[in-house]
């Protein structure tokens, strides 16, 4: 089908701007657990966790809006972008008074309050300049603006510390406040961006219908946010933030998952943006469902038999104690990335206000679990928060999303699929070879008896055979 071939192209495309910095970060990884205090790498994973929740309320999402009107629309492009470009400048001057406050108040650093804060506007920034390149058809300039920042960003670290043999929290903020800018001068000019934006563009209708678009998705935002990243508010409150560092660091491996996803999720949010009503009625989100669930699984239960290995190299030994926690993690990872496919069926059917819904019902499981049971059973309950979150959001999303398309779900297979992941993933908790080749042995046959078709396809991309 020739949209399937156009999403995996487009997924091939956008995985260089989504793989690179995965690469990159691993890379640093080791030299940040080294160089890093566990109370400044849990600081960094904190404002990190940080931005994730001030980006989406600065922006009001607007980004996601500016790309889906840019996909529709031929004659006010510059309207478009010069609007929300505007937007985002004053919704900027606006929060970060507030944002530099509450670092001052919490770190009690002004220096590096601010640069926490002029890493989120420049972060915003380029996710902004980053939709419109892709709007206007760039995809493979906004692959390379994320890969040039991971670069960037390596490059600068890995200076500082083969020539000094130290980094410390202030130089890696500064460095990535750098790399982001690097990565905007590149989009504005080589997609001319700058030809979009005059003040007279300026239209507050426009901005209405963006805003109108997607408001509702800062809700969802908002919500995901405490689902997935307050277990480290939690964990920093009530454990300490060098436990929240062990946690930061249980979760590098597992996330990787989220890394292959995420590339594929940009492409599907645009190919459920076009898809046809024909192709709606005559099935295609079922039979799709259907092979992404089989392939999410079979990417699963390879990073998990994998991960002892990616341990070993990449984790410094003092994080021994995250092993234990990362095949819960995974657990979560995996809903996670169910949850985040159906919800970007939801944009495409343009159904942002039913988004919310659900995360604000997976976001209250989540705070009422951490805030009963954190502090007396420990950081495992972050985990089950998180699963149990995602698990909620997921149930409702298939229940619902009926109501707007045409799908069909294979119980069965769902069922299995979930208790397979659950059992590999428990398993592995011990470092033992002999659970090591089983879950290997597993994964394969898995993958050839599920994702047969998938891998021929992949194959003959890869090697041109078609």
Aim: hydrophobic share 50%; aromatic share 18%; with cysteine.
């Amino acid at each position: 089908m020739s949209r399937n071939k156009d999403l995996i192209k487009n997924t091939m495309i956008l995985s260089i701007g989504q793989f690179v910095p995965k690469v990159m970060s691993l890379i640093v990884l080791p030299i940040l657990t080294t160089c890093l205090t566990k109370f400044e790498y849990g600081l960094y994973d904190l404002t990190l966790t940080v931005a994730s929740f001030c980006i989406p309320l600065i922006t009001l999402q607007i980004q996601q809006a500016v790309f889906r009107f840019l996909l529709e629309t031929k004659d006010n492009k510059a309207e478009v972008i010069t609007s929300s470009f505007s937007f985002l400048i004053v919704m900027y001057s606006f929060f970060s008074i507030g944002i530099i406050f509450f670092w001052n108040n919490y770190i009690n650093n002004f220096l590096l309050s601010l640069l926490f804060s002029l890493s989120y506007f420049v972060e915003s920034i380029l996710s902004l300049l980053g939709q419109i390149s892709r709007g206007l058809g760039y995809n493979i300039k906004y692959s390379l603006a994320y890969a040039i920042y991971s670069i960037s960003f390596m490059i600068f670290l890995c200076l500082k510390y083969f020539l000094f043999s130290y980094i410390d929290l202030d130089y890696l903020i500064v460095s990535m406040i750098i790399s982001y800018l690097i990565s905007i001068l590149y989009l504005f000019y080589t997609c001319k961006i700058w030809k979009y934006i005059n003040l007279k563009y300026n239209n507050i209708f426009v901005l209405k219908k963006l805003i109108g678009f997607s408001g509702p998705m800062v809700i969802s935002s908002i919500a995901l946010w405490v689902v997935n990243l307050s277990d480290r508010f939690c964990i920093s409150a009530f454990l300490g933030l060098e436990m929240n560092a062990l946690y930061s660091v249980a979760n590098k491996i597992p996330n990787l998952i989220n890394s292959f996803y995420s590339v594929f999720n940009l492409a599907w949010t645009e190919n459920t943006s076009k898809l046809t009503l024909k192709e709606k009625r005559n099935g295609y989100y079922t039979v799709f469902f259907d092979e992404f669930f089989n392939f999410l699984i079979g990417i699963v239960l390879i990073i998990i038999s994998a991960m002892p290995f990616i341990f070993e190299i990449l984790i410094n030994a003092k994080y021994n104690q995250a092993y234990g926690l990362m095949s819960w993690i995974f657990i979560g990872v995996f809903f996670s990335s169910l949850v985040s496919f159906l919800g970007s069926i939801y944009v495409g059917e343009k159904k942002t206000k039913e988004v919310g819904i659900s995360s604000i019902l997976g976001a209250i499981f989540n705070l009422v679990i951490n805030l009963l049971f954190m502090k007396r059973f420990g950081v495992l309950v972050a985990v089950f928060s998180t699963i149990i979150s995602y698990f909620v959001i997921f149930i409702y999303r298939l229940l619902d999303l009926k109501n707007y398309i045409v799908i069909e779900y294979r119980k069965n297979n769902i069922i299995c699929g979930i208790l397979l992941i659950v059992i590999i993933a428990l398993i592995n908790q011990y470092k033992k070879s002999i659970i090591t080749v089983i879950s290997i042995v597993i994964t394969i046959f898995y993958n050839l008896r599920k994702n047969k078709k998938i891998i021929n396809v992949i194959y003959n991309k890869i090697f041109r055979k078609e």
